[in-house]
């Protein structure tokens, strides 16, 4: 195969990194405006190829498929020509900077019948799978309320604020681990060193089965937090990934209600204490998985755990929160993504297919 | 002294311990309607008298003051009635259940020239205090933003939710570091096992300055989280109460803005990491210093730190926040507190006191 | 039943408040040297009676037995005195300063028919008692080491030295967990403050079956430590006393070693790593429940659990260590413990009794 | 420069990895017995040459030097052949196996006038050397002990216990940073998975100036633990390097002896309890500055931070701890190092240098 990175700043030299080690390239393009980029990763990979203008690649017709990990706002307008082209296309999380646009990609890959993957890394952990079958399994019994901490100094980005830079991570958690959208969102936050762009805040996701999930994201913490809380009836689990040997701990306790109670004085909640357990993690590094996964849906016509509608759906939370952000906090609802049908099904490989593909 | 402290529940022992043990009191009444937890009274300590009926302790003239820890609607009736007999009050935080309430307490301890005082517990620990201190200093620059978890499993309130259970602490001492009061107040929460009773909700504080600050409560964490995060322009702080040794820690980070830029390509951030330092804190009980603190006030004719005005504005605050739980989040005015004037002035003894009394 | 408590400084105290509060006790008399002493936990506890003089404990013929709290060189002339004269006794750990004054005591109680218990607080927590049913059910594997750290700044003890001081606690858990008594023990020390106190110190204990014990102690510490880890061929155990959560953690965890191999080059072990477990443990105070344990077994006549052979083998290893720390880490035997048999059998009430008892 | 990497197992691809990034090297060879290594190596660095039998290696006569990380009881011959040919050699650690062979290359080295360089690591980190300075400026007072712990759960090496497998980096980093080489030392250990390899052991090195160090090494612990405590008469110090954040901890605490007494019973200590501290510690990659440093020497001509010298001391601790090993603990001098006077002084590059040398 032959791919091609777009963007070589922060992000992009860890595709690439991973490209390289990968059986499935035989060419690999590393494109980028800044020349000293380009040469640092050339010196790194003395075997990539190295291109100032992303334009050229259009024309190149044995090119497979693109990586773009440039600043958000220019996601959307790279992947369309790139898919109109019939390209492949693996897009760093958030997929785009607004709900229509993200739609209209996942509407053209669907056309072009290409691979639209967002990269949404935690989905491909094995400790977010590890939580997803605790879930399923029904461990931890009904869930009650998520709650998320993604803070740490840096790194400010200047065309996004910290919702749109943190939480695509939480969320896409949340919507893997859960399956279902929330009906609303409300955020608050502050910008304090550059209007607009708010550099801590606390967004809420509101479910109509009960559910709340909390996200609160920071570039300003001195501590580096990456905590998630999973509250369940039955059981409670915190999955923090700082921590190197037990990053998933399932405690044993709970509220019981009683079964009835005829007066208010009567009303006693007994509490449940037990055991710790804190299950083995398998260690290995996600965005290998990740890059693997984006080259094997290539090859075998399949869509991504990770597809265009999984970013669409963070997209339209994150536009959400950026609207109830500028309403003081006010609940803003999330339209059109439960109405939604996805016409995917499994190809047979393991994979699931759009249904209209070979 | 002769004091009486009505409710022997869960908190009123805490403050008969303490109060047995001051060489101010000499005579010491615990009042209950259960005969049971009066007797658990006299068995730890002998020396206090048991009382079933608080109405009894109104009409003892010798009596100078009681300490009400009763269920929180209680709070302003009985109250009330002490005042009106020229009783000084101590009342477990928060004062009262409303804001109207808890003015009409305060207007009626002016009024009578008695001390009102609010347990307000962490506004007398040594951490808060040096926290108050490292902040006035200037320490840590202009404060950006303040971020508060107080969560762990338990324990069910069956009359206030969990914003009016935890958040008072958090609250308190954030009104009580930074001296300024919030203009409007946004609260998110759900209700999973008593109907109208949130028992997991994440308040934010909005200021006119610029700062804004996150509290999240819970009554269903697995792990018990104490923990304060202070975010300045010069330093960063964290106040874990959980640490036993390095409660307080302060990060020398922070973000530099450049003095000019003219592009948008220009702009740059600059970060600072450096040292972190734990200040040592004596030890000591708070709530020992609190009970003492009622006793000196009422012996001096003093203002208390936590005051009925304290406890007001923590009320007003609450009041809102509850406001905004039913209005699905959305930003809710605090009203009439910046426009109130406190009448108090030092009066010598190094206690504030208000400027009508002796 | 009447007791008295001699010796009221650093943890008498503790003993006479968990007297106090016991039903079996009608009176209680607290002795010590120092009249401030006495006025303390005159004040503090009202009902108790005080004396200075020990000596006219032994007259009183209707006391019951005394809690020898006092320096350690002390222990062997006061409890002799009480055990002629009938009269039940616990001392505080270690049992006397040396083997031979131990054993003594122990005979004497044998002959006299009075319960002799020591105070090893450790044998009567939640934790050690978990840790010991762990063991004795296999699921550790075969044991191979212990290794336990206990450290902290100060107090420094001015008669004994740091492993006389902190080490007896080690050594009591060992022992009770794992019955067995060791064949010898090195130590390895130094006296920093004041000449022939060791103030941190390294001991070995060594068994015949390969196991090997490491018992660090300091005074000397910037840190609380309190930590044992258990090593089985099977799983890891870690007990840390200062966790409040998690006292205990279970590492599935170990190696394998090959069935066979023919050559050098072909060895190799294969690692197990795995889940982690923390079972909850239950919260309670030890000391209350190893001062019931004394009464109980006064009131029965049975053979307390940590009675006097348990705190003359804790003695014997004390001595061999301090030995060993003389002669510049050499091992040095235990002598004498492994012929001992033990005469006790259990009487009926759940208790183990002296066999030449009623 | 022309250098090659002898051993590509376990640690030797840190070294290529390090030496392939280095601009001071225009060819790099990797030798390895087994062709599956070199061809990973050739994989990974495709600039780099590879080579089965070293032998070849010392017939090259643009070779500068050779770095060796072999099995620690084939150091010696092969350093010797290449150092016998007037290479530069740099070895792993330990150095040799022996006192005698450490010493044989020392001298082996400064004949040929070529560097001899032991790869201590720790010498090379930011924290360690901030230690140094913190020491050296007093700022712990008096040094009384050293506890160092190094505990995981493998690797077992086949020729060496754990003892030479993880001690040297404790006694390096002691070394380094106090200057002074102990007297004596003891060991205690125990092999539990194969003959004569002790997994688990304790070491104390002995001083004449009143400081003892100890050293608990383990191949068997549940968890990573890295940690030094350095204690002073003013200060301690917590060197813990699994923290990624708070490497180092500076704990103004200690005691403080009162200047006389007259009576056993006024002897009293006093405690100082003070802030705690955290310096910012540099973040590199300490083997890369090790690696630059041996190129560097070679340069200059040079004698290393970690030359022969060092690696020969720790070789003469590690043979009297595994002597004491096999004496059941006691300790056994260390015999030599006191007396050998060092021939290096400052060369006015900012390295020592043989004083016999150009």
């Keep these: 195969m032959k791919i091609a990175v777009i963007g070589c700043g922060y992000w992009g030299p860890n595709l690439i990194r991973n490209f390289v080690q990968s059986h499935k390239i035989q060419e690999l393009i590393c494109c980028d405006l800044d020349p000293n980029r380009l040469e640092r990763m050339k010196n790194l990979y003395p075997s990539v190829e190295v291109l100032s203008d992303y334009k050229k690649l259009i024309e190149m017709p044995d090119l497979d498929g693109v990586a773009i990990a ?25 997929l785009t900077h607004s709900h229509d646009t993200a739609l209209e990609l996942v509407k053209l890959a669907e056309e072009k019948e290409k691979v639209l993957m967002v990269g949404h890394t935690f989905e491909y952990t094995a400790a977010v799978n590890k939580i997803k079958s605790i879930v399923e399994n029904g461990e931890l019994g009904k869930i009650l309320y998520i709650s998320c901490i993604r803070a740490n100094l840096g790194l400010f980005q200047s065309d996004i604020n910290v919702v749109w830079d943190l939480a695509p991570h939480d969320i896409s958690i949340i919507l893997y681990i859960f399956g ?8 608050q936050g502050k910008a304090h060193f550059k209007d607009g762009i708010e550099d801590v805040a ?18 300003l913490d001195p501590n580096k937090i990456r905590r998630t809380t999973v509250v369940g009836s039955r059981r409670m689990l915190v999955y923090d990934d700082i921590e190197p040997q037990e990053k998933i701990k399932i405690y044993d306790k709970g509220v019981e209600v009683p079964p009835y109670y005829d007066t208010f004085a ?42 265009g509608y999984s970013g669409l759906r963070v997209v339209s939370i994150l536009e959400a929160a950026s609207r109830s952000l500028q309403l003081g906090g006010r609940s803003v609802a999330i339209q059109g993504l439960k ?9 047979g490989n393991g994979f699931l297919m759009a249904s209209s593909w070979k």
Excluded at 180 to 187: A, D, F, G, R
Excluded at 273 to 292: A, N, Q
Excluded at 339 to 347: A, G, P
Aim: glycine residues 4%; hydrophobic residues 30%.
């Design 70 to 94: 440039t600043p958000v706002k220019t996601h959307y307008p790279i992947a369309k020509e790139f898919l109109a082209q019939g390209k492949h296309v693996f897009i760093e999380k958030p």
């Design 180 to 187: 279902i959208t929330p009906i609303s969102v409300n955020s």
């Design 202 to 219: 606390t967004t809420t996701l509101n479910y109509d089965n009960g559910v709340i999930a909390f996200i609160h994201s920071s570039w």
């Design 266 to 307: 009567e009303f006693q909640f007994s509490y449940r204490y037990g055991d710790i357990h804190s299950p083995r993690i398998e260690d290995y590094e996600p965005l290998k998985k990740e890059c693997e996964h984006f080259l094997a849906c290539i090859q075998k016509g399949a869509c991504p755990l990770s597809d």
């Design 339 to 347: 109405s939604m049908k996805r016409k995917f099904k499994n190809n």
